[in-house]
């Protein structure tokens, strides 16, 4: 049973670009999160889906960011016109409940 | 405010003795606390959890205790192995919480071998 897939792992963008991350939650997980952590900080939660259907997004910022977990496929984040602020690792988790089993993440780069 | 706190940025423990990490919480809504390890470039590993109806539980090396009266709980390694340095993160949440985690800003062992 593979874990919690994130790709890319490295992505580097120019200010003003799209970034796309995507995620596939473990076998059998129908419950996506997605957290930020900045350098020295600890992790961030940003949203948390279930398959076609945002539940909570309190922790997302108001502009410039969206995610979605579509029936077929993995969950995207997606960032629009990225700032230098938005470097940062984006950790997926999935769970069906109780403790989380998080992807590798996904370090961003905004040059 | 961060309702998660962990107040040591690093520990350093000779192999073979205890490690003893910290946590403190402010949010008395919290009722399930958990412990991830994280290696660099890697996502968090789980490690260990604990219901606030516990005040003790044990995995093999790892023990979470937690005084709820002190909102402070702590996660003991012993004996401490080289492998175990790492960062770790503890993490909070509540029933009303939706599964959303709150994490403390974590603290780096170091095993000194």
């Known amino acids: 049973n593979a874990g919690v897939m994130q790709n890319p792992r490295h992505l580097v963008r120019r200010r003003g670009q799209e970034a796309r991350l995507r995620c596939s939650p473990m076998?059998?997980?129908?419950?996506v999160y997605w957290y930020r952590q900045l350098p020295e900080e600890g992790l961030k939660f940003m949203v948390y889906l279930q398959k076609e259907n945002i539940i909570d997004e309190s922790g997302m910022p108001k502009e410039r960011f969206s995610a979605e977990f579509p029936k077929e496929g993995p969950s995207i984040l997606r960032i629009q016109q990225v700032v230098r602020g938005d470097s940062a690792a984006y950790f997926c988790?999935?769970?069906?409940?109780?403790?989380?089993?998080f992807g590798p993440g996904t370090r961003l780069t905004v040059l | 405010d961060q309702q998660v706190k962990q107040n040591s940025p690093s520990l350093s423990v000779q192999e073979g003795r205890i490690s003893i990490l910290n946590c403190d919480y402010t949010n008395s809504m919290f009722d399930y606390f958990l412990w991830y390890k994280k290696y660099p470039a890697e996502g968090p590993t789980f490690l260990i959890s604990i219901s606030s109806i516990k005040d003790k539980n044990e995995d093999g090396r790892f023990t979470v205790f937690l005084n709820k009266s002190a909102k402070h709980l702590s996660l003991h390694i012993v004996p401490s192995q080289p492998g175990d340095s790492a960062v770790y993160f503890c993490a909070a949440k509540s029933n009303f919480g939706n599964e959303k985690l709150t994490f403390g800003t974590g603290t780096r062992l170091t095993i000194i071998p």
């Open positions: 988790a999935s769970s069906p409940g109780g403790a989380k089993f």
């Open positions: 076998k059998g997980h129908s419950h």
